[in-house]
């Protein structure tokens, strides 16, 4: 769903909803210069009562020719970034 909403100040407020697969997901980035392999993410979690505890979780990274894998290239983070920049140029 996209709904474009007029505001008083002449400007407009898109509100964008959408369900995708993985699969147009990672064609977009793939489309934009990133290579999206599996990645093991470990991370620690401090919250709990007894000190650090891992966890390991199976998921994708996105990245390009140089770029090492790492939380930072989570393709989920990728691909928000790259949605903001290509709503920039609108802008």
């Known amino acids: 769903m996209i709904r474009v909403i007029p505001e008083e100040d002449k400007t407009y ?17 793939h489309k934009r210069g990133y290579e999206v392999k599996p990645w093991l993410y470990i991370f620690e979690d401090t919250s709990f009562p007894n000190g650090t505890t891992l966890h390991e979780q199976w998921t994708f990274t996105a990245t390009r020719t140089g770029e090492e894998q790492s939380s ?5 983070i990728v691909f928000e970034n790259e949605l903001k920049e290509l709503l920039r140029e609108i802008k």
Not at 13 to 29: G, N, T, V
Not at 72 to 76: D, E, H, N, R, S
């Open 13 to 29: 407020r898109m509100e964008i909803k959408m369900h995708m697969p993985h699969d147009s997901i990672f064609a977009f980035l």
């Open 72 to 76: 930072k290239t989570l393709f989920l």
